[in-house]
């Protein structure tokens, strides 16, 4: 060690030449950022981005409904549109609040024998108003379309009166022939609302994207009615939810007021060479998919409702089951317009009818309340993207003079395939799991029948 020199270090270099090691931001106390949870900020650095800042005085439910508002603004690009979304907004606000005032009457509140006559004589009403109010409808419409604003605005009112004579005779026997009157009403405003719909939406916007705004719109609102239709059910009674319904469609009817006239008459040459033009093979196979997935929501609402009576599961059943219903026609209005980005309106009901059979097959397989709920979310999805697929290839393949007719034609068809599978669990009883599996098959079955046609159709062409 003696032998070794000993290292010499030189003087330390200025670091100053290299970066600079002056602090000249003003002198913080040590709690202000520990009290604000934000980052200390240098003069002139830039900040990462991150989640928004919630200030003390704003909550997240704010900023919450801040978002929805914009995106509902967004989707509203014209006046005119605004008002169809706030119309469509309205009335299944409205009729959700019905079904939840008819539900509490005619199945919750009485035996299940008795229940079962109830509900197979509302089925039956169901049907009728298509039969009645289809064909003079589609006359009334295509040899007029400056009519389309007025039978909105009539349709609104109507429902909105019945609704408040309603809750003066929900005990009378005039219980059935007032919301007979109403589900005519609402059956007209389906048909109404897809023959003007390709007149009022805005440049740019595709018809699967107008849609899927409208039965997004129509979700959320029969969300946001839902709870407090069934609180004022329990307390103070039917009579005040069914006040509350004939406001929600006073509302619509006066949304529907500022929408513009389409004027111009179509002579009978047009009308009968649109209405040809609505029979091509793509919209009748189209129908018949969707057909399937009718009759199978049909089919898997009151089997589960009677399921759940079995099961004592009572309202929180209920409200589970509405409440993923909800949720699925909203997710399916969210998921159809990023669908045609890899598929076309037919590829969307045979994805819809596949994913339908998987799930009622997995859920046939493993019954409870929970599955029952993810069944009723996973239909809810496939049945409203694929109502927004076929009401968009309509739109797409017919004149505007054979609207009118086409619609009133596919709706009739459409609900009375709905009403022949929900009859099958009110006149027959069936176990829950098997029913459920029995459906999952139907649906596969019917993919791939609709995907084999498809082919065929090709092939010819």
Do not use: C
Not at 78 to 91: D, K, V
Not at 299 to 314: D, I, T
Not at 382 to 392: P, R, W
């Amino acid at each position: 060690m003696a032998g070794r020199k000993r290292r010499r270090f030189g003087k330390p270099r200025d670091s100053s030449r290299y970066w600079n090691t002056v602090d000249d931001t003003p002198e913080e106390t040590p709690d202000e950022h520990w009290a604000t949870g934000r980052a200390r900020e240098r003069p002139g650095e830039r900040r990462r981005p991150g989640p928004p800042e919630v200030d003390d005085d704003e909550s997240l439910a704010r900023i919450a409904a801040r978002r929805a508002v914009r995106r509902l603004k967004n989707d509203a690009e014209t006046p005119e549109f605004g008002r169809m979304l706030l119309y469509q907004a309205a009335s299944a606000a409205g009729d959700a609040l019905i079904a939840i005032a008819l539900a509490g009457t005619l199945f919750f509140s009485i035996p299940t024998a008795e229940a079962r006559g109830r509900v197979a004589l509302y089925l039956a009403l169901t049907v009728a108003p298509f039969a009645i109010v289809a064909p003079f409808l589609a006359r009334f419409l295509d040899r007029s379309r400056g009519r389309l604003r007025a039978t909105m605005v009539l349709a609104a009112l109507g429902r909105g009166i019945l609704a408040w004579l309603l809750s003066t005779r929900i005990d009378s026997l005039f219980l059935f022939p007032i919301a007979f009157g109403i589900l005519i009403l609402s059956r007209a405003v389906l048909v109404v609302r897809g023959a003007a719909l390709p007149q009022l939406i805005p440049e740019g916007r595709t018809l699967v994207g107008a849609n899927a705004s409208l039965s997004r719109i129509g979700a959320i609102a029969g969300m946001i009615v839902g709870l407090p239709g069934v609180a004022l059910l329990t307390w103070p009674g039917v009579g005040s939810e069914l006040l509350l319904t004939a406001g929600v469609y006073f509302v619509g009817a006066a949304a529907a007021v500022g929408l513009p006239k389409v004027r111009g008459r179509l002579d009978i040459g047009e009308r009968m060479d649109a209405r040809q033009r609505a029979r091509t093979v793509s919209i009748r196979q189209g129908l018949v998919a969707l057909s399937a997935i009718r009759f199978l929501v049909g089919f898997l609402v009151f089997h589960l409702a009677f399921s759940l009576r079995r099961e004592s599961a009572g309202s929180v059943g209920l409200g589970l089951l509405v409440g993923a219903a909800a949720s699925g026609g909203l997710l399916g209005a969210l998921i159809a317009p990023r669908l045609t980005r890899m598929l076309k309106e037919e590829g969307i009901l045979a994805f819809a009818l596949m994913i339908s059979g998987i799930a009622g097959i997995i859920v046939g397989l493993r019954f409870s309340t929970q599955s029952a709920a993810g069944l009723v979310l996973a239909f809810g999805i496939t049945s409203g993207s694929a109502k927004v697929a076929f009401d968009s290839m309509v739109q797409r393949e017919t004149p505007e003079g054979g609207r009118g007719w086409a619609f009133a034609r596919f709706e009739s068809g459409l609900q009375l395939v709905w009403v022949v599978g929900a009859l099958i669990p009110v006149l027959v009883s069936i176990p829950s799991g098997p029913g459920v599996f029995a459906a999952g098959v139907f649906a596969l079955l019917f993919a791939l029948l609709y995907t084999v046609g498809r082919h065929r159709v090709r092939s010819k062409t």
